[in-house]
């Protein structure tokens, strides 16, 4: 016996069809529209959306994100994300930030800005743990040392105790120069990124303060030269066997008396 049908009439020419519940599809290039449409309609600035990078382009990046036309990272933003995109090759996933959801030529663009600082943060860390150089350029010199730009566009700080012999009291010469430099702290919560110049540039010398400082003794007294004063103490260098070594008088330690201001000394 043959299983009925369930059939319903339709009104638009009153023939018998079976029942279904199966989502209409767009028929017609308008319907089409509208549905992409109401796809995109849900962007809005600032959202964060999921990609699959598509092209890669001289100075244009173009990202798949699901909507009606591929979203764009370009002019300023694809200069500032430079060193990351450098990394990315078509068919990488990566998380962009909605800029604009439709811009007057029809773009969608994004903002490459969150990936790209998680990918810093993620490499600063690994050349730390792996001891490696990296590349800085001198940006300017403050109180306590230089101010750096790093590749990925984050910012570090080179302490005034960090720089290498050769460029003490001559700061003002690094703005602007390209320096090796190693990592000696990453702290992404605080914004916090660190280097050492004179791990570098005085590798060798390091070495061997490292092998003098062995040869130290509690309670050994020395004739110091005070070579730099900070807020929380004074450095100082002294001689070990024909080696020079700068280490730091705590501020606590100056004084049997409490001492909150060390200029006033």
Known sequence: MKKKESIKKTKTDGLLAPKTSVAKEPTTMEELLVLETNKIRGLKRGQIVDGVVTEIAA???????????????????????????????????????????????????LSLRQAASSFAWENFDNLLKNNEKVEVKGREVNKGGLIVDTPYALQGFIPGS???????????????RKLLVKVIEVNREQNRLVFSEKAVSDAEKIEKTAKAIKKLKLDEVFEATVSQVVPFGIFVKVEVEGEEIEGLVHISEVSWQKVEDLSKL
Do not use: M
Not at 78 to 104: M, Q, T, W
Not at 168 to 175: D, I, P, R, Y
């Open 59 to 109: 100075k244009t990046i173009f990202i798949d994100i699901g909507a009606k036309t591929e979203g764009v990272v370009l002019g300023k933003e694809f200069e500032r994300e430079k060193d990351f995109i450098r990394s990315l090759k078509p068919g990488d996933k990566v998380k962009a930030y909605v800029g604009s959801a439709e811009n007057e030529k029809g773009q969608i663009l």
């Open 162 to 176: 960090q720089i290498g012999s050769v460029w003490q009291g001559k700061l003002s010469s690094l703005v602007g």
